[in-house]
């Protein structure tokens, strides 16, 4: 759920270059001026730079045209998975993969600021639901099969989960880091709240539905926001 954060503002940019010339403008110290006060003359104008420059270096930090470096995944994942299951056979099951970033009390006001464009949810690999039956959230159907996901707060604060096909974004060579690049899907409505409790990292759940037959709830809670819809699941019982 955590939204990108790979872009830097222009005025961010522009205050940050203010400040880094006026720190590197200084006038060059007479050669009579002692070693202690150019010393303490060179102290300032690297504090100054240093203030500057986390307005102007964005977090994710991209060199364009870089050379191709393998690494090897070290972060853990989570799984929220409903089953179906009765004698020797099942009649279907749902299943989401995902990463846990930790959650940061800063990501509340991005996640207020960044609307109408869609965000990483989770953290390095896609997040990914897999079903081998149809379900519906609300008045949308989706049927089985793979999908990667995507959050978006849409302009006027609603919040949707995007279902992508994965085929798509497998021949581009997209990674999760580039979930804003991405167009077309299936939209899911997702209700939002605050709660009392915070979570210290990305959780997400299948909740089964004691109340409504082959009814189920998607829950997703980072910090004190919890996103939710309701389903219904649709097995195969032959």
Same mark, same amino acid.
């Given at each position: 759920m955590a939204p990108n954060r790979g872009t830097t503002t222009t005025t961010?940019?522009?205050?940050?270059?203010?400040?880094?010339?006026?720190?590197m403008a200084e006038p060059a110290p007479p050669r009579c001026r002692s070693p202690r006060r150019r010393l303490r003359g060179a102290w300032?104008?690297?504090?100054?730079?240093?203030?500057?420059?986390?307005?102007a270096v964005p977090v994710a930090q991209v060199v364009p045209n870089a050379a191709q470096r393998a690494f090897p995944e070290t972060s853990t994942r989570g799984n929220?998975?409903?089953?179906?299951?009765?004698?020797?056979?099942?009649?279907?099951?749902?299943?989401?993969?995902y990463g846990q970033p930790a959650w940061k009390d800063a990501y509340d006001a991005q996640i207020?600021?960044?609307?109408?464009?869609?965000?990483?949810?989770?953290?390095?690999?896609w997040t990914n639901l897999d079903s081998n039956i149809d379900f519906k959230a609300g008045d949308v159907e989706v049927l089985a099969g793979h999908y990667y996901l995507v959050l978006e %707060? !849409?302009?006027d604060g609603?919040? /949707?989960?995007?279902?992508?096909?994965? $085929?798509?974004?497998?021949?581009?060579?997209?990674?999760?880091?580039?979930?804003? %690049? !991405?167009?077309?899907?299936?939209? /899911?409505?997702?209700?939002?709240?605050? $709660?009392?409790?915070?979570?210290g990292a990305l959780t997400m759940r299948l909740d089964v539905d004691a109340q409504k037959k082959d009814g189920a709830k998607l829950v997703i809670q980072f910090g004190r926001h919890e996103l939710s819809a309701e389903l219904t699941l649709v097995p195969d019982r032959g």
């Amino acid at each position: 759920m955590a939204p990108n954060r790979g872009t830097t503002t222009t005025t961010n940019a522009t205050n940050a270059t203010d400040a880094a010339d006026a720190a590197m403008a200084e006038p060059a110290p007479p050669r009579c001026r002692s070693p202690r006060r150019r010393l303490r003359g060179a102290w300032l104008a690297l504090a100054a730079l240093l203030l500057a420059a986390p307005l102007a270096v964005p977090v994710a930090q991209v060199v364009p045209n870089a050379a191709q470096r393998a690494f090897p995944e070290t972060s853990t994942r989570g799984n929220a998975r409903i089953f179906y299951w009765g004698g020797d056979r099942s009649a279907g099951q749902l299943t989401i993969d995902y990463g846990q970033p930790a959650w940061k009390d800063a990501y509340d006001a991005q996640i207020e600021a960044q609307r109408g464009v869609r965000w990483r949810l989770g953290q390095n690999f896609w997040t990914n639901l897999d079903s081998n039956i149809d379900f519906k959230a609300g008045d949308v159907e989706v049927l089985a099969g793979h999908y990667y996901l995507v959050l978006e %707060r !849409t302009v006027d604060g609603a919040f /949707l989960l995007w279902l992508l096909d994965p $085929v798509e974004i497998r021949d581009a060579h997209l990674d999760a880091f580039h979930a804003a %690049r !991405t167009t077309g899907g299936t939209a /899911l409505p997702l209700v939002h709240r605050e $709660v009392a409790t915070k979570s210290g990292a990305l959780t997400m759940r299948l909740d089964v539905d004691a109340q409504k037959k082959d009814g189920a709830k998607l829950v997703i809670q980072f910090g004190r926001h919890e996103l939710s819809a309701e389903l219904t699941l649709v097995p195969d019982r032959g």
